[in-house]
């Protein structure tokens, strides 16, 4: 791997920025290829991450691994990481203290990986990285262009879980993902 992505790993494994790096059991750098043109970021990691240090590998993940399937994606052609790297006790949501400490870490990832697009997953995600005041039941499968970047957001697949009513405009969503990496990627085959 390359130096400057081991060189961030290993600052972002020993780190102790907030509160969360008490109750961690792994932090959650991210998974996938490091010359990916997609970043898919989600909100931060449930217990299943937090157990495996791997992002997306519980319920959750399964879905989002079926998501992607559907649109011809996996995880060797796209980058997953999260808002917050460690685990917020009972997955509440990331604090904004929280979100602040770990921020810079995405960014280096972003910086580092120069994504054509990127995939918000859920709320959290959305505001931090599209806008403050994102709404993602009237905004998701938009798209916004920031820096040269292509920028969407989806529903979060957990909510995905526990709401169906939701699948079908996510399936829309992901058909308009689809169409824009063929557009944009170079590196997918699609
Ligand atoms: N939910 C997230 O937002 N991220 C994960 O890594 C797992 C579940």
């Not at 996938?32 to 590998?57: H, K, M, N, R, Y």
């Not at 959305?126 to 957001?153: C, P």
């Not at 063929?182 to 590196?187: A, I, P, Q």
Request: proline share 4%; with cysteine.
């Amino acid at each position: 791997m390359d130096e400057r992505w081991e060189a961030l790993r290993q600052s972002c494994l020993a780190c102790t920025g907030c509160a969360l790096a008490q109750t961690r059991t792994n932090v959650v750098f991210g998974d996938g290829a490091t010359d990916a043109e997609i970043l898919l970021i989600g909100e931060g990691p449930g217990q299943s991450e937090d157990e495996q240090g791997v992002p997306f590998v519980g319920r959750a993940g399964q879905l989002l691994d079926d998501m992607l399937e559907i649109i011809g994606l996996d995880r060797s052609k796209v980058y997953i990481a999260n808002i917050v790297k460690c685990r917020p006790p009972q997955n509440r949501d990331p604090l904004a203290v929280e979100q602040e400490a770990c921020i810079g870490y995405l960014r280096r990832q972003t910086a580092l990986l120069k994504p054509k697009i990127i995939v918000c997953l859920g709320r959290i995600a959305a505001k931090a990285i599209i806008r403050e005041d994102f709404k993602i039941t009237t905004e998701h499968g938009q798209w916004f262009t920031r820096g040269g970047v292509q920028m969407t957001a989806i529903y979060h697949p957990a909510a995905l879980l526990r709401d169906e009513s939701k699948r079908p405009e996510t399936f829309v969503d992901l058909k308009s993902i689809q169409a824009k990496v063929r557009e944009l990627c170079t590196h997918t085959n699609l």
